[in-house]
């Protein structure tokens, strides 16, 4: 009996540094799942319509990065009426023409996008699109924010997953016409 001892002991050591060895690993996976998940972007989109006063209007979109982490961005797009703005200063250009010039809308326009690989970082918020200022006819205003869409596509500093936020009023009301 007293032979088996030492093998006895040898084979215990072995199945806890096993033991160990698994437990090292299992801690591992998920202290780099919690890591991951603590930098976790999350970009919303805040759709404000406000009237300050009677004359005037304020439309907004506006990105917020709502999550935990920096968003690094890779794809954003901004469509109206389902198609893709290529060039902002052009689309703004033929709107002002079809409707500023008609006294529809008259005020201010701003916009900001985005480029592949800027960053967003946690509580950061940026204007997408803005109009401020005297709305003679609120179809064009109404037509103007349910024309534009916002597409994007964006990362963790980990860039594991692409995580995807769109947009478009027009989508919206169809589903609520179903």
Same mark, same amino acid.
């Given at each position: 009996?007293?032979?088996?001892?030492?093998?006895?002991?040898?084979?215990?050591?072995?199945?806890?540094? #096993?033991?160990?060895?698994?437990?090292?690993?299992?801690?591992?996976?998920?202290?780099?799942?919690?890591?991951?998940?603590?930098? +976790?972007?999350?970009?919303?989109?805040?759709?404000?319509?406000?009237?300050?006063?009677?004359?005037?209007?304020?439309?907004?979109?506006?990105? #917020?990065?709502?999550?935990?982490?920096?968003?690094?961005?890779?794809?954003?797009?901004?469509?109206?009426?389902? $198609?893709?703005?290529?060039?902002?200063?052009?689309?703004?250009?033929?709107?002002?023409?079809?409707?500023?010039?008609?006294?529809?809308?008259?005020?201010?326009?701003?916009?900001?996008?985005?480029?592949?690989?800027?960053?967003?970082?946690?509580?950061?918020?940026?204007?997408?699109?803005?109009? +401020?200022? +005297?709305?003679? @006819?609120?179809?064009?205003?109404?037509?103007?924010? @349910?024309?534009?869409?916002?597409?994007?596509?964006?990362?963790?500093?980990?860039?594991? +997953?692409?995580?995807?936020?769109?947009? @478009?009023?027009?989508?919206?009301?169809?589903? $609520?016409?179903?």
């Amino acid at each position: 009996m007293s032979q088996w001892v030492p093998i006895i002991v040898s084979v215990s050591a072995v199945i806890v540094s #096993i033991c160990a060895l698994g437990v090292t690993v299992w801690q591992g996976i998920q202290t780099r799942r919690h890591n991951r998940l603590s930098v +976790k972007p999350y970009l919303v989109l805040d759709l404000g319509m406000g009237v300050p006063n009677d004359n005037h209007k304020v439309y907004d979109i506006i990105l #917020i990065n709502a999550g935990n982490g920096t968003a690094i961005i890779r794809k954003f797009v901004l469509t109206y009426n389902n $198609k893709e703005i290529d060039n902002f200063t052009q689309f703004y250009n033929n709107f002002i023409n079809e409707n500023m010039t008609k006294k529809d809308l008259k005020g201010q326009f701003r916009w900001g996008g985005y480029n592949i690989g800027d960053s967003v970082l946690v509580g950061k918020e940026r204007v997408i699109f803005e109009f +401020k200022g +005297k709305v003679k @006819n609120n179809n064009k205003l109404e037509q103007l924010q @349910n024309g534009l869409g916002v597409y994007i596509e964006y990362t963790s500093i980990y860039e594991d +997953k692409i995580f995807v936020l769109g947009y @478009n009023n027009t989508d919206m009301e169809s589903e $609520k016409a179903k």
